[in-house]
Each structure stands twice: as C-alpha cells, then as structure tokens.
C-alpha cells in the first residue's frame, strides 16, 4: 500500500476500533433498546475526532445512471449508506458502458479514483470484468470489490489465486428470482408469464431457471397441470435499453401482453416493465409486472406491482470498509443470502422483498407461506428431476444442486421459452 494510503487507512482504523471501544463502553446487559447512534462522552469524542485526519476515499464504477430506480441505483444508495454510517466520501462515475463511454475503460477510472486518493474500489457489473482485473493488477494494494463475480471463488471456474487484492460479492438473488416467479404464478389469470431479459450469460440463465422454478412450484399448489403454464423470456441484448443496438424493453413488453402473457417479471436494469404495465391499465387492461434490483421500484405503478425482488449492498460494503480499515481485508467471493429474521432489514439483509398493492391478501399469504418454506429448507427450488432446455438431465429425482452447477447455468431449463445463448 502506498504511503499515504496507508496512513490514511491505518488512522481511520484507528478510529473504528475508538467507535468499536465507545460502544462497548457505553452499552449494558439490560434490556433498553439500541438505538442507531451511540453518543460518547465529549472527551472521549474529541479524542476521536482528533485521531482521523482523512475520511476513507471510495471509488464506485456503475454500468448505467446512478439514478435508475434499479440496479445502478441499488448501488449508489449503497455508497451513500458508507457515507453516513462511517463519514466517508464517495467518488462516483456512472454510464460506464461501450454506448455511454466507449472511449473510456475501468482500468482508466481506478487509475483517476486512485490518484484521487480511493483507498477502496467497488466495480458494479459482470461487464466490468476484464477492466477491473488489469486495474486490480496494476494497483495490487488497493483493495476492490467486483461485484457479481467470481475471481475470488477458489472453487470456481475463474478464480485468480494472483489477485489477493480483488475480493467478489453478490447476492442470492435466485431466491428472489423464485419469490417474484410464485407471485407471478398465483396472480396470473391467462397461464402465461413472461421475463424481460436483459443479455444472456451465467448469471441471467441461473435468474431466470430461479423464477421459472418459484413459479412452476406454485403454479403446481394450486392444483395446475405444470404442462399448462406459460414461461416465455425475451432478452434485449443489454442491462438496459441502447438504441440502435439493443431491442426496444416497451416495445418488447407490448409484444408479451399482446400475445397472452398478464404478468412480465423485468429482468434489466430499468422499469420499464412496470411503467408500461401500469400504462396498460389505466387503459383498462388486467396485466401486473414485477420490477428487478431496487426496493422502491414499485412506486412507478403500485396498482399493478406484484412486489419487487431488490439487493440491498450496503451492509456487505459497510464490512468490507471495515475490514480495510482494521487491516483484516482479504479476499473472499460472497454470495450472500437474506436475513429471514427481517428479509427488508436495511442493516442485515442483502436480498429483499416488498410485496406490492397488485398482489391479492389471499396470495399474499401463500406468498409468505412460500416463503417460509424456502427460509426453511422445506422447498428448495433447485432440486431434482430437473432437465435443461435441450431435454438432457440436469439434476436427478432428490438431487440438490451444487452452488457451482447454479451459479454456471449452462443453459435454461426444460418448460422456458426463449434462446439459452446468444
């Protein structure tokens, strides 16, 4: 680590372990409520004070606008969250994608977030890849975090032992995949569900297997022939929409209530899912749709918002700030789960849910019931007999799959309309 990073670090490390110290000090065994601030005696908050003569520098590298009402945005609101609850300051750069700025490489951002001062880097998107493992190279004492990938999973298929500064953190947003396809499935009155796809890879196979699952599951409990449900998904050749290169998402929704589907379940960045079905009804039609990524997404349409599947990644990146600046930062790939005790807990929970007004009271309660189940382990989605999309086995009768065989979807699965590759 450079030096003046290092003392940077090393007196902000300082002063989480003066916090640690504080609440420690000022906390009892009784049973008064926590509450989310501990004040310090004035002294010993001065002492503090004084210790910290730079906040923590972060650099966050998002694919699309920071204010997207999706994912981009689920991660900007996750800086924001570092800065209040450690003081630090967040350097942003958004767009960063060959439409918006193809001029203009990761490795090129780290270098200027780097020369800034960023002791920490957060690149945000599968895309990133190649961009962030060069920058993790050239600058091998900054710590950073890609996001949604792998290089950091020593049993995974592109693990990088040489990049002991690059660490991997994602959520299992395949259980909120299947939560939002079982919401799908006890609303729909056609039989028919359709997935907004954004492009195809691991990740976005694995997504849309997991709502095809939730919804065949509870399509199945309430007594339906699993033959008679409906499971189409359109990919639109990016996370959101780049005209003249990527399908147009509105028109594609169009195109999926046209044909039969009432309920879309989005599975790019954007909204535009929800928007254009809470267009179509006010127009009179009976349609609902799902939106992806962020926890406030409904508000675009509540009236026909199922509920929304959402990431939630500021306590994860809260952690690894600390770790950093304790000096305990290692490398690790983590593929985090919710917090059943409170999966909309904003300090605890990584995948959340909120249930939206188009959801039924009565589906609502199955919906719970669902979930209940899954927090568990009485159902567990990725379970036997399984085929893939081409007939071939994928998972035998009673058979569970390994996290390698879902995070590496090699195609979708056997009941989903729709390409498995590109």
Not at 50 to 61: D, K, N, R, S, T
Not at 210 to 234: M, Q, S
Not at 390 to 415: H, K, S
């Amino acid at each position: 680590m450079n030096g003046s990073s290092g003392r940077m670090l090393r007196r902000w490390g300082a002063v989480l372990l003066a916090f640690a110290l504080i609440g420690a000090a000022c906390s009892d065994d009784g049973d008064a409520e926590t509450s989310e601030t501990t004040t310090a005696p004035d002294d010993t908050a001065a002492e503090t004070t004084a210790a910290v003569e730079e906040p923590l520098v972060f650099g966050m590298i998002l694919v699309g606008p920071r204010d997207d009402r999706g994912w981009s945005q689920a991660h900007f609101e996750a800086g924001e969250y570092l800065e209040e609850k450690l003081g630090a300051e967040m350097l942003v750069v958004d767009l960063v994608n060959p439409a918006d700025k193809p001029e203009v490489t990761v490795e090129q951002i780290v270098d200027d977030m780097v020369a800034e001062g960023a002791g920490l880097i957060f690149a945000t998107s599968d895309d990133m890849k190649d961009g962030i493992q060069l920058a993790a190279e050239k600058h091998p004492d900054v710590p950073m975090i890609w996001s949604s990938g792998d290089s950091a999973w020593v049993e995974g298929e592109a693990y990088r032992e040489d990049l002991t500064n690059l660490g991997n953190i994602m959520g299992q947003m395949e259980i909120g995949k299947a939560i939002a396809g079982c919401a799908a499935a006890l609303t729909t009155d056609t039989g028919q569900i359709a997935y907004l796809g954004p492009l195809i890879n691991d990740e976005t196979r694995r997504l849309v297997a997991a709502a095809y699952l939730g919804a065949r599951h509870c399509w199945e409990g309430e007594g339906n022939d699993p033959a008679d449900l409906g499971f189409k998904v359109t990919w639109i050749g990016f996370w959101f929409q780049i005209p003249g290169v990527t399908l147009d998402p509105t028109q594609v929704v169009n195109e999926f209530y046209d044909g039969g589907a009432d309920v879309v379940i989005s599975g790019i960045d954007t909204t535009e899912a929800i928007v254009r079905a809470g267009q179509r009804a006010e127009a009179g039609e009976t349609v609902w749709a799902i939106p992806y990524d962020y926890g406030g997404a409904c508000a675009e349409a509540e009236e026909v918002c199922l509920g929304v599947p959402y990431f939630n990644w500021g306590p994860s990146y809260l952690d690894v700030a600390i770790q950093i600046g304790l000096g305990n930062f290692t490398p690790q790939f983590q593929w985090l789960g919710p917090d059943w005790t409170n999966i909309n807990d904003r300090d605890t929970s990584h995948i959340g849910w909120v249930t939206g007004s188009g959801l039924s009271a009565e589906n609502s309660d199955k919906l719970m019931a669902f979930m209940t189940d899954l927090a568990n382990g009485s159902v567990e989605i990725f379970r036997g007999p399984l085929n893939y999309q081409d007939g071939t086995p994928f998972l035998a009768d009673g058979e569970t799959a390994t996290p390698q065989q879902i995070w590496y979807l090699p195609q979708l699965l056997e009941g989903i309309e729709g390409a498995s590759s590109s």
